[in-house]
C-alpha cells in the first residue's frame, strides 16, 4: 500500500488535503520551469508528502534529509544489481 493512503487511512490527513498539496507542488514546479510531461510527477509526489508529514508534525525536515542522504549513500555504495538498503543503523538514526 502506498504510504500516502496509509497515512490517509491512519487519519494524519484527507484525500483532499493529498490532492490540493500535490496540485500546489505541481503548479509551483511548473512555474520553476517543469517541463510537465510526466517524467516529474515522482517528485511532486514525494514533495507532496515531505511537505505534508512535515507541516502535519509527523517527522522534521531535518530528518527527512538525513533519511535521503542516507538513501542516497546507500545507493552509491550498492553494486549493480544488488537490492539497496539501509543498514540498521541508518534506519534508527
Known amino acids: 500500500m502506498a504510504l500516502s ?17 500535490l496540485g500546489e ?3 509551483s ?3 520553476l520551469g517543469d517541463p510537465d510531461d510526466g517524467s516529474t510527477y515522482y517528485r511532486h509526489v514525494l514533495a ?14 531535518k530528518k527527512l534529509h ?3 542522504q542516507n538513501w542516497e549513500d546507500a545507493y ?11 543498514s ?3 534506519i534508527k538514526e
Do not use: C, M
Not at 497515512?7 to 494524519?12: R, S, V
Not at 507532496?48 to 525536515?61: A, C, F, I, P, Q
Not at 552509491?76 to 539501509?86: C, D, F, S
Open 5 to 21: 493512503i496509509y497515512l490517509q487511512e491512519a487519519g494524519q490527513f484527507t484525500a483532499a488535503e493529498w490532492s490540493e498539496t
Open 25 to 27: 507542488e505541481i503548479k
Open 29 to 31: 514546479a511548473q512555474l
Open 48 to 61: 507532496t508528502l515531505e511537505r505534508l508529514v512535515s507541516e502535519k508534525g509527523l517527522t522534521s525536515r
Open 66 to 68: 538525513e533519511r535521503r
Open 76 to 86: 552509491r555504495n550498492t553494486p549493480h544489481g544488488e537490492p539497496v538498503v539501509l
Open 88 to 90: 540498521d543503523t541508518q
